[in-house]
T-cell receptor, first 116, second 115 residues
Framework: GENVEQHPSTLSVQEGDSAVIKCTYS??????FPWYKQELGKGPQLIID?????GEKKDQRIAVTLNKTAKHFSLHITETQPEDSAVYFC???????????????FGKGTHLIIQP | DAGVIQSPRHEVTEMGQEVTLRCKPI?????LFWYRQTMMRGLELLIY????????DSGMPEDRFSAKMPNASFSTLKIQPSEPRDSAVYFC?????????????FGQGTRLTVV
């Protein structure tokens, strides 16, 4: 099945600076890479995703890049704000031993702390 | 829509007891997923359904775990008997269409503590 590695596990940045979170995946057939944000006491929520036919996607202060050759993708947050403090998860389609391929395998998460 | 609704939000039970977690997906969504979140293992996919049919349960850790989806608006995850290592936050999520084409919406989770 798919294996997703995520780094760093904790990231502290000054408000206004940029934050970068990186992930690698193992299944070269994977073609969809979402990023989820989880705030305290809540479930994860999709913030941006990218498909394998593009190398970069932007949405205001958030961008994601994908390198299919190296099998890694990254989340970039610019001009960070206090409300960006949360746990961020990368993910890739999972391929369970049961044959289904419609779940997601998540990275272990990055706790992003925005220092005022 | 109220989103994915899970109940209870918190559950404390004694080892050996049966625990049932409940989920109401978003109306019109045809996929339903159960995830478990722990500090050590992160978010793990346990099982998912498509049109109420279980498709992949390879993530279910043991036979003590079972899940059902009797209709399009309700699913349960049952642990019998429960053990302290089952303590975790359990999330239900739903999506309209395949996960590679659309967003998965998560509920707020059930925090399970087995003592």
């Amino acid at each position: 099945g798919e294996n997703v590695e995520q780094h760093p596990s904790t990231l502290s940045v000054q408000e206004g600076d940029s934050a970068v979170i990186k992930c690698t995946y193992s299944d070269s057939a994977s073609n969809y890479f979402p990023w989820y944000k989880q705030e305290l006491g809540k479930g994860p929520q999709l913030i941006i995703d990218i498909r394998s036919n593009v190398g970069e996607k932007k949405d205001q202060r958030i961008a994601v890049t994908l390198n299919k050759t190296a099998k890694h993708f990254s989340l970039h947050i610019t001009e960070t704000q206090p409300e960006d403090s949360a746990v961020y998860f990368c993910a890739a389609p999972s391929r369970g031993s049961g044959g289904g391929a419609d779940g997601l395998t998540f990275g272990k998460g990055t706790h992003l702390i925005i220092q005022p | 829509d109220a989103g994915v609704i899970q109940s209870p939000r918190h559950e404390v039970t004694e080892m050996g007891q049966e625990v049932t977690l409940r989920c109401k997906p978003i109306s019109g969504h045809d996929y339903l997923f159960w995830y478990r979140q722990t500090m050590m293992r992160g978010l793990e996919l346990l099982i998912y359904f498509n049109n109420n049919v279980p498709i992949d349960d390879s993530g279910m850790p043991e036979d003590r775990f079972s899940a059902k989806m009797p209709n399009a608006s309700f699913s349960t995850l049952k642990i019998q008997p429960s053990e302290p290592r089952d303590s975790a936050v359990y999330f239900c999520a739903s999506s309209r269409g395949r996960i590679r084409n659309t967003e998965a919406f998560f509920g707020q989770g059930t925090r399970l503590t087995v003592v």
